[in-house]
């Protein structure tokens, strides 16, 4: 069976059910969160860009920030039949791509990012089952609905699966 | 209203692109100086895009691309990339230090050459901005990814915070010989200096 992967752009947010598999390439300081219900085999996936709506003006879209996207995932994930009690979660991202000599607060997004996602599954009472997060390097992440792996791509850092 | 690249009328962009052709005229002419060697410059196309379509220029957003990032301060601030996809890098250092390199591996030579390179690009891209304009620039020491395009343009996509927002890329094509590089520089000003921009160039 051909199953069609479905790309998660920047900023964006999709459920979906059993065959799929969600793709987000090239994924560097923003968080990708992949979250899965084993029993329905519902999978969903969040490509986070920043760790609070609070803290912007222009706050809009909700699929950009930690605080909110993560809850829109989790009402798209039931809403195609997922029971919020089975979610767990896999995530990956948050990299700082450049060290400069005076470091800046922004240069931390990565971190902050991976800090912010961390707070708000604990906050739904989402278990993160694996991840692979941090270092200097990009990388392209595949989830599967048929088991929630996650199939994860860089350059030069190798390829894994979790 | 907020100033931005997408809202600019038709004489602004005019100026701002001129301004792009000056720059990387300036800053090839700094390169060929450098390397004593007769460079040939093609016409820069300059573009208005959206940060999250740039990685479509390279091929994608897992395209190997090497990244050169710079901070402006002083009468205008903002931001500064210099990007060349993964075979004009090696044609670069080849022409910079000889040897072709095959792989994808450079080594610390390769990367401090590389990096001072997007410092010279930038340099002489931003002392043109400050001849024209009158302004005071610094530029700040440029810091070196090479990885997927997307992960790269990630750093300046989340620092401007939305991704509707849009950047000016002067792409570049230059020669020595036989040698081509495709460079491309990514212009982006804070909102705050964009109107001090424009009103230094005439065209508030």
Redesign the interface.
């Known amino acids: 069976m051909t199953v069609v992967m479905t790309k998660i752009g920047i900023a964006e947010v999709r459920a979906a059910k059993d065959p799929a598999v969600l793709v987000t390439l090239g994924l560097g300081s923003c968080v990708g969160v992949c979250l899965y219900d084993s029993k329905k085999k519902v999978i969903g996936m969040a490509h986070i860009m920043l760790p609070s709506s609070k803290e912007i003006k222009n706050n809009a879209n909700k699929a950009k920030f930690a605080d909110t996207a993560i809850d829109m995932l989790i009402e798209e994930m039931e809403a195609i039949g997922a029971d919020r009690k089975s979610i767990t979660a896999k995530i990956a991202g948050g990299a700082q791509m450049f060290s400069f000599k005076s470091s800046n607060e922004f240069l931390r997004t990565g971190e902050r990012n991976v800090e912010a996602v961390r707070r708000e599954l604990g906050r739904h009472r989402v278990e993160i089952v694996a991840e692979d997060v941090g270092g200097n390097y990009g990388r392209t992440i595949e989830f599967y609905s048929h088991d929630g792996s996650l199939s994860i791509r860089t350059i030069g850092h190798g390829t894994k699966v979790i | 209203m907020e100033l931005n690249y997408e809202n600019l009328n038709s004489m602004q962009l005019d100026v701002l692109k001129e301004l792009g052709n000056i720059g990387a005229g300036n800053a090839v002419t700094a390169l060929s100086k450098m390397l004593n060697k007769k460079i040939n410059m093609e016409v820069p196309q300059v573009r208005i895009l959206e940060l ?1 379509e740039v ?1 479509e220029v390279f091929g ?3 395209a ?1 691309v090497t ?1 050169i ?1 710079l ?1 402006m301060e002083g009468d205008i601030s903002g931001n500064i990339m210099f990007l060349l996809p993964m075979e004009s890098s090696r044609v670069l250092l080849d022409m910079l230090m000889g040897g072709y390199r095959d792989g ?2 450079f080594d610390e030579m390769d990367l401090s050459a590389l990096e001072e390179i997007g410092n010279i690009l930038a340099g002489s891209y931003t002392s043109s901005l400050a001849a024209m304009t009158g302004m005071n620039i610094r530029v ?2 440029p ?13 300046p ?3 401007f ?3 509707g927002d849009s950047v000016m890329l002067i792409e570049t094509h230059f020669s020595e010989g036989n040698k081509h590089v495709k460079g491309n520089l990514l212009l982006i000003p804070d909102v705050e200096s964009f109107v001090n921009l424009l009103e230094k160039l005439g065209v508030a």
């Not at chain 2, 810091?143 to 750093?155: F, T």
């Open positions: 999250a990685s994608g957003a897992e190997p990244g990032y901070r994808d591996e700040s020491v810091a070196l990814a090479i990885d997927m395009a997307g992960a790269v343009l990630s750093v996509i989340i620092q915070g939305h991704i």
